[in-house]
């Protein structure tokens, strides 16, 4: 016969083993503080839990919850341009000096002019000389650094805040619940791999081995007995539109079985997660909160969303409306 | 006061909780069994302990803690050829009733005559009318598949297993132990992207995102409204030598602190892993065992390895001796 006091010690492990299996999911309360209860929110959460529910319909085994995540205007702020395009604009001003031809040269003639909308109307020859010029024929690690130390000190000429506290908090809780529960979560920008891989650890949780990008080609080569490599002004891969469902396949190798995307170019990304077979989610960030941050879609010339609006309702994508579905925008918000 | 049950049940607590938390790093007393005791084994034991020591000098931290593995020769054997040449020569084979002018076009005519190694002396044009026959024009899915049913029945020419048990034992028990202590391991192999992701998650535990390889280009399409990638004859990477660093930079974006290769073709990447600051591990496989295995190294045409040994001891590289470090080669000797 079991001692009465065995039979505490017994009775109370179940309790501590629930306690400790659970620590980490918990977490709050609610995962996503920063949603506004409804249909959106109700989506998620319902999404997450049949997808983790052992021996249900829907259940997906761990090592295929693959959720990947549009960055520009989908997990940090897009507007009025690019970030990127910010840090290169930079970098262009800071080198002028040591290119005194650039001032009659586009895209840079603009650039210092202060119009970088007109640098950008010479389309992919004029971005190519841009990423030529502020992206390439310096080492990865080099070029890590200077993002890095970018970001330490830039700020966002509306906001004036660093570019990584433009990020949604909606979108942070919405990483840790899916991680939480199992999920291995990737960016697939179209911005550059190595710009994203510069703070994508610190800021979302994300590290550079699950992310995939656009990218110029790379050298290796042993510089002064130190291997390197140097990024060399040649396009490798255009991670957009059609370029992320190709990316996704290389570099994951496996169909996502959740995707995020705010525009156009996540179209395809969108549509070939949700075509796959069993439980599939799409989610289509709308901009429209003209007072916390900014409303915009088809008419737009940066995250133009148009067709892949259309096309949500009969893809079944679940639509986010910003100023409705989310409580809170900025982390700086709160403060 | 504390009564003594209490005391019992909270004396209990910390013995269950070693059990809970040792449970898996522990798994059996010995995690390297199959290699044999000596300076190789203590090498890699001591550089597993220290960089996972908290506070000590050559802590590393798990997300850093990245460890990369060559495929061909390093997990699985590479003799009497590469095994995915098997794979593309059997494809041959069966695509041959489509194709009479086959019978008179080299690379084919000569596989189809039993002798791969003539149809190999054609080099890279033979190799890449090989390639474009048997590994492209077909959607990543239905290659996946193929590649998928050839494992489960194709045998290896000498040994008669499938191709998959064709595994070094020894680098199995490695690469568990690494992933008990928090290290991330990947494939960066010469061979294709594609065809090891079919088999990396089921025999190495190796996830395909965590695979880098030569690969072809990849054309997205939807077709009859499915969603596809389409494998195009054309080079996208060339995982090999130079590329493997490239490969690493690109897919992980991170410099690994552990390399393990076992020809010319993985010199370059054990460079770039060990030339970076703090604690960093080579491993180089030597076969050295005409008993259970094959011996080779620097006149061998599938394998070569010849520089790389000679960087060995001045980089400070663990040479493995396969016939005196490893007590078990395949896993099916020991059945």
Redesign the interface.
């Known amino acids: 016969m079991m001692s009465?006091?065995m039979a505490?010690?017994w009775g109370?492990?179940p309790t501590?083993l629930i306690y400790?299996l659970a620590a980490v999911p918990a977490q709050a309360a609610d995962p996503l503080r920063s949603w506004a209860d409804g249909p959106t929110k109700d989506a998620i959460m319902e999404f997450v839990a049949n997808v983790t529910k052992e021996g249900g319909s829907d259940y997906v085994p761990p090592?295929e919850r693959?959720a990947v995540f549009d960055n520009d205007g989908t997990l940090w702020a897009e507007k009025p341009l690019y970030f990127q395009l910010f840090y290169a604009i930079d970098k262009v001003k800071e080198k002028a000096p040591e290119h005194p031809e650039w001032k009659k040269q586009e895209p840079f003639a603009s650039i210092l002019e202060g119009d970088p909308r007109k640098a950008l109307e010479g389309g992919k020859p004029a971005l190519m000389k841009l990423l030529a010029a502020t992206h390439s024929g310096m080492t990865?690690n080099e070029f890590h650094e200077s993002v890095s130390n970018w970001l330490a000190t830039a700020r966002h000429p509306k906001y004036r805040q660093l570019y990584t506290e433009m990020v949604y908090q909606p979108m942070l809780e919405l990483l840790r619940h899916l991680r939480a529960n199992g999920f291995?979560t990737?960016i697939v920008s179209g911005g550059g791999?190595?710009f994203v891989?510069a703070f994508s650890?610190e800021t979302y949780g994300i590290?550079?081995?699950?992310?995939v990008g656009s990218?110029l080609k790379?050298?290796?080569q042993?510089k002064d007995g130190?291997?390197v490599?140097v990024k060399i002004p040649e396009i490798?891969l255009i991670d957009d539109k059609?370029?992320k469902?190709?990316g996704i396949?290389?570099?994951?190798?496996?169909r996502p079985i959740f995707a995020a995307g705010n525009s156009d170019g996540d179209l395809?990304m969108l549509?070939?997660t949700t075509?796959g077979p069993g439980p599939r989610f799409g989610l289509l960030l709308h901009h429209t909160d003209s007072g916390r941050e900014w409303a915009y879609d088809r008419n737009s010339h940066v995250g133009r969303l148009d067709e892949a609006l259309k096309a949500a309702p009969e893809r079944g994508w679940t639509v986010v409306d910003m100023q409705n579905d989310w409580r809170t925008v900025f982390p700086f918000e709160k403060k």
């Open positions: 009465r006091c505490r010690i109370g492990i501590l400790l090592e693959i990865g291995k990737f791999v190595d891989r650890e590290p550079p081995e699950q992310v990218s790379a050298k290796y042993v130190q291997p490599l490798n059609e370029g469902p190709v396949y290389q570099y994951i190798g496996r395809q549509e070939y075509a």
